[in-house]
């Protein structure tokens, strides 16, 4: 029966997964309309045409910035997911921490097909939950831009209202519509879209989700200054990268600030409530015990007599029975 149950808990190991990868699937394809399409359309937030916080110089297109977006993606994606790989090989091949790893973990066996060894569920598990983390982090900001059509500080340079018409003709008139900019409407729509800053929520999401993968999980007995700063060198990273945005009048402070909060919140969140074990091997090793570590004695497991035993012990009773009746 103990068995019976066991198998299919094994069983429906794999249905989990294939919901897994239908989430993970389904986020990707709503970060997909919302990168590349024109699905979700932006608000149209009024202005005023003296507003000096909307003055600012164009400083020219997202490719002419001092940190392109292509290059910024390549890096929050690329960067975190060789951590994890590399530190998760290089600890399962120290013997020290290989012992915990397989205790922490164990191999779990999805049905009748195939199993995961200890190694494999960790990398899956720190860079899967990592790249769901990337995506919905893209989503809450592409959300938060669309809704909100929050004005960058260069929308008057790239809007270019008529200031002699009758729109534009007193500072104090607030203006709605949405047809009174001569720009180029690609570069008016993405003026429009400022808050929260993409750039800063998607570095410090990076940041602080490798941060505590290496203050976490990671454990270097050698060196004591190795791991503070690597941590450090990556928050200071994605800090100036959030401060680029504003030198470069793209985004507003309070824009990249709620950046910097969203990108923190999302990592704290899946660090802390959905990756349980982001936490040491040292310290899982050290909280058992070696009875725990090598398994229960044999003597705790039930003895199961053969039905040649019982024969042979009936025999013998029978003979000794025989041999006592003719003396």
């Known amino acids: 029966m103990a068995f019976e149950n066991t198998y299919r808990s094994y069983s429906i190991i794999p249905c989990f997964i294939f919901i897994e990868l239908v989430i993970m699937a389904g ?25 000096a916080q909307l003055m600012k110089p164009y400083p020219g297109s997202e490719e002419d910035s001092f940190i392109p977006p292509l290059v910024l993606y390549c890096v929050v994606a690329a960067v975190p997911t060789a951590t994890m790989f590399i530190g998760e090989i290089l600890m399962y091949i120290m013997k020290s921490t290989r012992q915990a790893l397989i205790a922490q973990e164990k191999t779990i066996i999805t049905g009748e097909c195939c199993y995961l060894n200890p190694l494999i569920r960790r990398i899956i598990r720190f860079i899967g939950v990592f790249a769901f983390g990337l995506f919905a982090t893209d989503i809450f900001v592409n959300a938060g831009q669309v809704v909100t059509g929050n004005l960058s500080p260069c929308f008057l340079s790239v809007c270019k209202p008529n200031y002699t018409g009758t729109e534009c003709r007193f500072s104090h008139q607030f203006v709605s519509k949405g047809d009174i900019c001569t720009g180029d409407p690609a570069a008016v729509e993405r003026a429009r879209k400022s808050f929260p800053s993409k750039e800063a929520s998607l570095s410090m999401y990076s940041a602080v989700y490798v941060t505590m993968y290496l203050t976490s999980t990671v454990k270097m007995k050698s060196s004591r200054l190795a791991k503070p700063v690597l941590c450090l060198g990556s928050l ?14 793209r985004n507003h402070c309070s824009d990249v600030i ?35 570590l090598r398994g229960p004695p044999l003597t705790a497991f039930p003895r199961v007599g053969s039905p040649l035993d019982t024969l042979t012990a009936q025999n013998e009773s029978l003979a000794k029975a025989i041999t006592m009746a003719e003396i």
């Open 27 to 51: 986020t990707v394809l709503l970060a997909y309309c919302f990168e590349c399409t024109r699905t979700f359309g932006v608000h149209i937030q009024g202005f005023f045409c003296s507003d």
């Open 236 to 249: 200071c990273a994605a800090f100036l990268a959030g401060l680029n945005r504003v030198s470069e009048y």
């Open 258 to 292: 709620a950046g910097f909060i969203l990108g923190t919140s999302v990592a704290l969140f899946l660090a802390l409530c959905v990756v349980h074990n982001f936490r040491g091997a040292h310290s899982t090793l050290a909280k058992l015990r070696p009875e725990e």
